[in-house]
């Protein structure tokens, strides 16, 4: 029986942390564990990428659709590298990922790779905790303090082991390992609540509010009920971060949709008509579409105190859960709806909406981007999951597709990185092969990850008892990267134009084209209908606008009938930064 080695041990603590697979690019100096991964009889699988990047994207996104733990592999040097872009999406998302590197410095390549320090290398990006494995006694305890760190922090890690400890062989007498956590990765590891004088000052603050507004960020997730029950309560008004689209139904008639440049007029309307304002697990970096300073009274609530009042400023602090601190508020607030301003908020919405049917429904040539989303949103499956890109696909996204319950969709939001949506989509897939899953992208990040990628679905759509992964490729050949209005103009303009529906035919899979506005719903009940993974290239119109909503203060004229109270608010807004109740209700 062949000596038990450090790489066989890697395989049992990741077995131990619950880790169903790890995603990398075989190397050399990784080559020992990703032999014994091969070993393991799938449990954990290994699942090899075409790129060291889309497989740190493989590994972030199975985080941010299964609040578990991502794990990616990689050998030194530029191999290393390549994995810093996935990482950071990581980071800015606050997602736990912990990332295994190998090392050799034993031959002239290897004496070459120690010119990128991989301490410094990932002294940024995995800050919370880089560290090398340095004896087999020890290797066990070490992943256990990345995978605790990772799930602590939100953060990714790394853990470096050098090619020679992969082989060396494990002590029969080894320490006793570092127990595992009972918790389920990612999530809060203890329960954690503000203080009862806070939740008080908090419930008078809203309490006291005459046009309440919530913002809604990914740190809801899981709240949904709570918050539909204060926004019922207090007659409020609600809007979503881009993060935070999913957390809500989008059906409700006071959700307003996402606020900030990707977003809606309602949402923007509803940050310039409040008076009182809660965040919920937002970090939103879209400032310029928040209510004016002074305008407002704060509250917000986050489990991390660090993030608190860093967007804008905070009247009421509370650090803790969301749903569980949105319950102990429930407990303490009145029942004052407000029928007024909740009805300002439902008529707001109503004009979005029929302002956002007839941009859908505009000519274009040849095909209309917004009708595209508009199309999939009457048709998209109960319990799917939508991996979005980054690109003019994430205005579209973020207006057009209304999320039901029970649908995940996920995005790198904050660090805003082309080439992750189907990354995303094969670690989504992996993970729930019984379910839907769609990708959203433009024909740039198409090109950049996504062409290389479908080879990797095609090698595991066999496995998967509901084939479906539709890959949705906005095709406008458009250089810039988000349209908006600007035509392409000449070769320098322009993609060169890949038959994307024909790669995916080639690779065994299913490919449709569309290049006409009255094919596009019978397209997308194809795809969806397939009995295998199909791409959706739809020929759209890169002059289409992006049709940014004006900010919060532009907004006001559309809450208030015009004549002299129209005039005094905006009198009253230049002069003093604040809105009286009695102007807007």
């Not at 995603?23 to 393991?40: K, M, N, Q, R």
């Not at 008078?204 to 204060?230: F, K, M, N, W």
């Not at 409700?252 to 009182?276: K, N, R």
């Not at 250089?479 to 995916?504: E, H, I, L, N």
């Amino acid at each position: 029986m062949a000596d038990r080695t450090v790489a066989d041990l890697v395989v049992e603590r990741l077995r131990a942390w619950r880790v169903p697979r790890a995603f990398g690019y075989p190397g050399a100096a990784i080559s020992p564990l990703v032999t014994a991964l091969d070993e393991a009889g799938g449990d954990p699988a290994f699942v090899p990428a075409r790129h060291e990047e889309t497989a740190a994207y493989m590994a972030t996104g199975h985080a941010k659709f299964t609040d578990g733990i991502g794990v990616c592999l990689a050998t030194q040097g530029p191999s290393a590298v390549h994995l810093l872009n996935g990482l950071y999406d990581a980071k800015l998302d606050h997602k736990p990922v912990v990332a295994i590197i190998g090392e050799d410095v034993s031959g002239p390549l290897g004496g070459a790779h120690e010119e990128i320090g991989l301490s410094r290398l990932f002294g940024d990006v995995c800050h919370q905790f880089v560290r090398y494995g340095r004896a087999p006694e020890h290797v066990a305890a070490l992943l256990d303090q990345a995978f605790r760190t990772a799930a602590a922090t939100r953060s990714p890690t790394c853990v470096v082991l050098p090619y020679a400890l992969q082989v060396a062989a494990v002590p029969d007498l080894l320490p006793q390992a570092t127990g595992v956590l009972t918790a389920t990765p990612g999530e809060p590891l203890a329960r954690v609540l503000p203080h009862d004088a806070d939740l008080d000052a908090a419930a008078s603050l809203l309490g006291g509010g005459h046009r309440v507004a919530v913002l809604v960020g990914q740190g809801a997730h899981g709240a949904a009920d709570e918050i539909v029950a204060l926004a019922d309560r207090l007659g409020a008004g609600v809007a979503t971060s881009l993060l935070g689209k999913p957390v809500l139904d989008e059906r409700l008639p006071f959700h307003t949709g996402v606020l900030g440049e990707v977003g809606t007029t309602a949402a923007a309307q509803l940050m310039g008509g409040c008076d009182t304002l809660l965040l919920v697990g937002t970090n939103d970096p879209w400032t310029d579409w928040f209510p004016l300073p002074g305008q407002v009274r704060t509250v917000q609530i986050d489990i991390d105190g660090g993030r608190i009042g860093t967007r804008y400023p905070v009247d009421v602090p509370l650090v803790g859960d969301a749903a569980e601190t949105l319950r102990a508020l429930l407990a303490r607030l009145p029942e004052r709806p407000n029928a007024p301003w909740r009805g300002v908020v439902e008529s707001a919405v109503d004009r979005w909406r029929a302002l956002a049917a007839e941009r859908a429904a505009a000519p274009a040539e040849p095909v209309n981007p917004q009708l595209v989303l508009s199309e999939l949103s009457a048709r998209l499956p109960q319990r799917a999951a939508v991996a979005v890109d980054v690109g003019s696909v994430v205005y579209w996204y973020a207006r057009h597709l209304d999320l039901p319950p029970g649908v995940q969709a996920r995005l790198c939001g904050t660090l805003g990185s082309m080439g992750c949506a189907l990354p995303y989509a094969v670690a989504a897939k992996l993970a729930r092969p019984d379910e839907p899953v769609l990708a959203l992208l433009g024909d740039g990040a198409m090109q950049l990850n996504g062409l290389a990628e479908l080879i990797t679905v095609a090698h595991h759509w066999t496995d998967w008892p509901d084939p479906r992964l539709v890959v949705l490729v906005l095709n406008n050949r458009d250089q810039s990267g988000v349209g908006g209005g600007r035509a392409p103009t000449g070769p320098a303009g322009r993609r060169p134009d890949v038959p994307y529906a024909g790669w995916a035919r080639l690779l065994g899979l299913h490919g449709v084209r569309v290049d006409r506005p009255d094919l596009v719903g019978p397209a997308w009940e194809e795809v969806l209908a397939a009995d295998r993974p199909s791409v959706l290239e739809a020929i759209v119109d890169p002059a289409v606008p992006l049709g940014v909503p004006e900010p919060a203060l532009a907004d006001l004229r559309g809450l208030v009938a015009e004549g002299d109270a129209a005039r005094r608010v905006r009198e009253r807004v230049i002069q003093t930064g604040a809105i009286a109740t009695e102007d807007l209700v």
